[in-house]
Each structure stands twice: as C-alpha cells, then as structure tokens.
C-alpha cells in the first residue's frame, strides 16, 4: 500500500505564495499518478491538479490555471503543489491523492479514480 503525508500548508496573505508538498511510502513504485485536490467547508472535495508518473500534467480547473502548478521527484517519491497568488477562496484543506490503476503519462482528474489519500494540510488565505 501507499501512504501520503501532505505539508506545507499555512496561513498566507492575499497574493502570496504557498508550496505544498506530498511525501509517499510504502509500494511507492505502483503509483503511476499523483493529483492534488481541495475541500472548503460545505464543499465538496474539488480536483486543482495532477500529474503521471512521467510527468504529463492534466490540465487544471480555470478557478487554479495559470497560479497552481503540479511536479514530481520521483527519486524523492515526492509531489509538489505550487500556489501563487493565493486568492481567499483558495482556502481550503488540501489533500494528496495518488493511484496506480494508470499509465506513465496518465492523471485523472476524478476523485474516485484516486485510491490513496493523505490526511490533508490547511491552506488559508487571509483577506
């Protein structure tokens, strides 16, 4: 199995710039694709980006375009989110999300086609 720790979360101001970033264990050699994903209170939990083993990037949502960007190391078994200017309703907590159930330059984007989540970081950009 595959765990995943998210860090680098915090609070941030307006326009300011956030690197979160997602360590993986365990059978880190099956997770051919990483993705990151948010949820804000009474929200559901909403895909920002993602990314194959090899490093295709899936395009992300207009809400993110052009301010987040999704990388890897694999030799790190580590997934980077770069946020720049924050907006207040990028808060959020932020989860990790890997699966093995695709190819090297494969990254879904639906939630469900995620089977390994980690526990979340908490973004929050104050106004």
């Known amino acids: 199995q595959v765990q995943l720790v998210e860090s680098g979360g915090g609070l941030v101001q307006v326009g300011g710039s956030l690197r979160l970033s997602c360590v993986a264990s365990?059978?880190?050699?099956?997770?051919?694709?990483m993705g990151w994903f948010r949820q804000a209170p009474g929200q559901e939990r909403e895909f920002v980006a993602a990314?194959?083993?090899?490093?295709?990037?899936?395009d992300s949502p207009n809400s993110v375009k052009g301010r987040f960007t999704i990388s890897r190391d694999n030799a790190k078994n580590t997934a980077y989110l770069q946020m720049n200017n924050l907006k207040p309703e990028d808060t959020a907590v932020y989860f990790c999300?890997?699966?093995?159930?695709?190819?090297?330059?494969?990254?879904?984007?639906?939630?469900?086609?995620?089977?390994?989540w980690g526990q979340g970081t908490q973004v929050t950009v104050s106004s």
């Open positions: 365990g059978r880190t050699s099956d997770t051919y694709a």
């Open positions: 990314i194959s083993f090899r490093g295709s990037i899936t």
């Open positions: 999300a890997a699966t093995r159930n695709f190819g090297y330059f494969d990254a879904p984007v639906r939630r469900n086609d995620y089977n390994y």
